[in-house]
Each structure stands twice: as structure tokens, then as C-alpha cells.
């Protein structure tokens, strides 16, 4: 399978913990970002990457989250001190810069509960 | 800043019946605009985007500006277009390119 994956697929923690997301992007795809989906919303932007460099961050990205994109291929989301409010889907996409149109690829998502 | 208004949450027809999913934007220049689709138990993929113009699986959207409109059409439903619809809009093509998401609607296609 050569598309978007994510890992884990399903995790479960409790208040307070740090949980971390993994996202591995389709090989080729320069631009990867990170949505955050709950229920009954539509994804929404959290932070995007060109190569290794966060060029936009959300308001919704407090402080306790943070996404690294290392060598420009994988890329990393923390949140740390998880909060009830953080249990959502999270989603990953990726796409190439400098295609004729913005196609984004999405993963199958993480989806994080947080008792 | 950039908006994307799906009015309504559920939407079902029987097969064969005509289909429109509404869609309304608002954003201060020249967006792209996007249909996203979810099968169930799949990934979020891309149905279509204006820009192409093209018909998939018999679905079309026309964008409207003049209505900040992108409502997606299908004039004979089928059980397999049961799915989760959004609609989606970035910025011109070459400025970030994130995608703004309306909430979604549930096609259901009865037999």
C-alpha cells in the first residue's frame, strides 16, 4: 500500500498523559498536514509541512501540542497533558507542491480517547 | 477568513431519485473548491474539484460565485453513493493550500 499511513490506529489514555502520532506520508508528497476531526465536524486544520519546515500553525494547536517533521518525511504529533477535550479523530493528509491542482491524500486517521 | 456552510446533516432519497448537496463559501478572493467523500469504514478521498470540471461517478458540482455556491449534483442515485459528503475549499493555488471543511452530510440511498 503506497498511500498515507498512520500509527497507531486507536489509542486510549488517561488525563494527563502525553500520547504521540505518527504519520508516513506518500514517498514523493513534499506537503503534509495534520487535521483534527471530533464528532459530528468536518476535519479541521491543525498544522502543515513543506519538506522539514512548519510553515502555518492553527490557534487550535495550543502549547501542548507539537508536530515535528524531521528530514522532510515522516512526521510526528505530540499532546502533551492530554485533556478530555483532545479525544477526536486525528488525521493526517499529504500532497505535492506544484501539482496542476491541491489533491490531498489522506490517512485512515488516529482516533484518540482520552478517559 | 475562509468558511464553507453544508446546511443540511442527512440527505435520503431512493435510488434513482435525483440528488444535490448543498455547499456555500465564503472567502475573500479566489478559492479552489473540493468535494471530499467517505465510504464507510474507509479514508476521506477526493471526489472532484472545480478546477477540473469533470464528472465522477456521475456527480458534477458548478461553481457559482456570484452565490459563493458549490453545490454537488447527481440526477440518478445509487445504493453505493451512500456515503459521507464534504465539501472543502483552499486558497489559491501556490498559497497554503489548507483545506477549510464544512461539517459534512449523510447521503443515504434507499433501495
Known amino acids: 500500500d503506497t498511500g498515507v499511513s498512520q500509527d497507531p490506529r486507536h489509542k486510549i489514555t488517561k488525563r494527563g498523559q502525553n500520547v504521540t502520532f505518527r504519520c508516513d506520508p506518500i514517498?514523493?508528497?513534499?506537503?503534509l498536514y495534520w487535521y483534527r476531526q471530533t464528532l459530528g465536524q468536518g476535519p479541521e486544520f491543525l498544522t502543515y509541512?513543506?519538506?522539514?519546515?512548519?510553515?502555518?500553525k492553527s490557534r487550535l494547536l495550543s502549547d501542548r501540542f507539537s508536530a515535528e517533521r524531521p528530514k522532510g518525511s515522516f512526521s510526528t504529533l505530540e499532546i502533551q497533558r492530554t485533556e478530555q477535550g483532545d479525544s477526536a479523530m486525528y488525521l493526517c493528509?499529504?500532497?505535492?507542491?506544484?501539482?496542476?491542482?491541491?489533491?490531498?491524500?489522506f490517512g485512515p486517521g488516529t482516533r484518540l480517547t482520552v478517559l | 477568513a475562509q468558511r464553507v456552510t453544508q446546511p443540511e446533516k442527512l440527505l435520503s432519497v431512493f435510488k434513482g431519485a435525483p440528488v444535490e448537496l448543498k455547499c456555500n463559501y465564503s472567502?475573500?478572493?479566489?478559492?479552489?473548491l473540493f468535494w471530499y467523500v467517505q465510504y464507510s469504514r474507509q479514508r476521506l478521498q477526493l471526489l472532484l474539484r472545480?478546477?477540473s470540471r469533470e464528472s465522477i461517478k456521475g456527480f458534477t458540482a458548478d461553481l457559482n460565485k456570484g452565490e459563493t455556491s458549490f453545490h454537488l449534483k447527481k440526477p440518478f442515485a445509487q445504493e453505493e453513493d451512500s456515503a459521507m459528503y464534504y465539501c472543502?475549499?483552499?486558497?489559491?493555488?501556490?498559497?497554503?493550500?489548507?483545506?477549510?471543511f464544512g461539517k459534512g452530510i449523510t447521503l443515504s440511498v434507499r433501495p
Open positions: 514517498s514523493e508528497h513534499n506537503r
Open positions: 509541512f513543506q519538506n522539514e519546515a512548519q510553515l502555518e
Open positions: 472543502a475549499l483552499s486558497g489559491e493555488s501556490g498559497a497554503n493550500s489548507k483545506l477549510t
Open positions: 493528509a499529504s500532497t505535492k507542491r506544484g501539482s496542476s491542482y491541491n489533491e490531498q491524500f
Open positions: 472567502y475573500s478572493g479566489s478559492p479552489e
Open positions: 472545480h478546477i
